[in-house]
């Protein structure tokens, strides 16, 4: 369960970072010809940091509580198992 909430989570943090990105990803200009050009305005670190962001910030929410319930899991079955 634990593992189908994050990956509900990560899906749902991917299509609202790309519904932003396609919102600002072409912009049109008007030369001096009176033509169009379409400019791409990409920030390669923008995609990198908003992941990284959304890391560290579920590890913060959850990583301690995840860690602490696996380590029990795990002590508590190798303990009794032997």
């Not at 369960?1 to 519904?19: A, D, F, G, N, P």
Request: aromatic share 18%.
């Amino acid at each position: 369960m634990i593992m189908l909430v994050m990956l509900c989570q990560t899906l749902v943090y991917r299509e609202i970072t790309s519904l932003f990105s396609l919102k600002n990803s072409t912009t049109t200009t008007d030369t001096q010809d009176g033509e169009q050009e379409k400019h791409t305005d990409k920030d390669p670190w923008s995609k990198t940091l908003n992941w990284y962001f959304f890391a560290v910030t579920n590890y913060f929410l959850y990583g301690e509580s995840i860690i602490y319930y696996f380590k029990v899991r795990f002590t508590c079955n190798s303990i009794f198992h032997r």
